[in-house]
């Protein structure tokens, strides 16, 4: 039996309640096969839509009331998504368990996620969060705000705010506990509330948001997991994506997407961060191994007969 760690984007979640819940029914399947093989598996998830949305939620509101206090900062918006995305996910694999006769419990775990006040990230915002806007819109937006927009992956623009690199995952030990026992965890949901901790032990939340793939992989390492699953749009990880000459990869070797990294087939802010997180994970430990492929096709990658396998 292998401990997995398995990613779910948050792009794969939907755009309101409604879709959100019926999308955690079908990651509840995916999933649920995996456990049903008898493989120990621990879930994240990200939110770079949804925390967007509740922070702009109450800026809207803070707004019409003519109170700025009133709008809700990055670290508690962050809090927020993974309370209301683990409520659909927990919920939907219990059901999801039950049905199948598989006896285990599931719980979701608000995570806060170390992050050095140093980060040359702070500096730079590259994170895409929120709703995507149209060119004119985004810089009528910033104009407005101050805010930062990019144009992230064809798909239109968003806000970009600072995305630091995790250092630990602060509840990874209770996780261990609770996996120990059996249960299943939710946990480091849209990369962790970013934290930094003072001289005298208390967590401070900051303004950022920490890379789901990134906060994963440090959380796969902590937990010491044998596999780390990415399930992103795709099934396979591609070079030359979108031209006549594209390539989909059965297997990839740390050398291989090392140099395809520098060729430059990977997107930022799409494919990139997901490929760099399977590097970092096999290089932790003799032995491991990440695959990188779609939801639907998760239970076929375990088998091997899907998906990208990166290896050391």
């Known amino acids: 039996m292998s401990k997995i760690l398995i990613a779910l984007g948050g792009n794969a979640l939907g755009e309101n309640a409604e879709e959100q819940r019926q999308l ?59 309370g209301y995305i683990g409520y659909h996910l927990q919920n939907a694999l219990r059901t999801e368990l039950i049905n199948r006769g598989i006896n285990k419990s599931v719980v979701s775990l608000i995570t806060q996620v170390v992050v050095d006040a140093k980060d040359e990230a702070f500096k730079n915002p590259t994170k895409p969060i929120g709703p995507f806007y149209s060119k004119t819109d985004s810089e009528v937006l910033a104009s407005q705000t101050g805010d930062t927009y990019i144009e992230d992956s064809g798909r239109g ?18 996780m261990k506990e609770l996996i120990d026992n059996g249960h299943i965890v939710i946990g480091a949901g849209g990369g962790g509330i970013p934290v930094i901790e003072n001289e005298k032990n208390q967590l401070i939340g900051v303004e950022a948001v920490i890379d789901k ?6 959380l796969a390492e902590e937990l010491d997991v044998d596999f780390f699953f990415i399930l992103t749009a795709v099934d396979r990880v591609a070079i030359n994506f979108g031209k006549p000459n594209q390539k989909e990869l059965e297997s990839l070797n740390v050398e291989e997407a090392d140099r395809y990294i520098k060729e430059g087939h990977f997107p930022e802010g799409s ?42």
């Open 24 to 82: 955690a029914k079908n990651a509840a399947v995916a999933i649920t096969d995996m456990i049903e093989q008898g493989h120990e598996v621990v879930l994240s998830h990200g939110n770079g839509p949804q925390v967007g949305a509740i922070n702009l939620a109450f800026q809207e509101y803070a707004k019409s009331k003519s109170n700025e206090s009133l709008g809700m900062p990055f670290p508690e918006s962050g809090a927020m998504s993974q």
């Open 157 to 174: 623009y968003r806000k970009v705010i600072p995305s630091p690199s995790p250092v630990r995952v602060v509840e990874s030990n209770m």
């Open 213 to 218: 793939d990134n906060a994963s992989e440090k």
């Open 271 to 312: 494919m990139l961060p997901k490929v760099q997180s399977a590097i970092k994970f096999v290089e932790s430990k003799p032995g491991r191994k990440a695959i990188i492929s779609s939801l639907e096709k998760a239970k076929e990658a375990v088998l091997g007969k899907t998906g990208t396998v990166v290896y050391k």
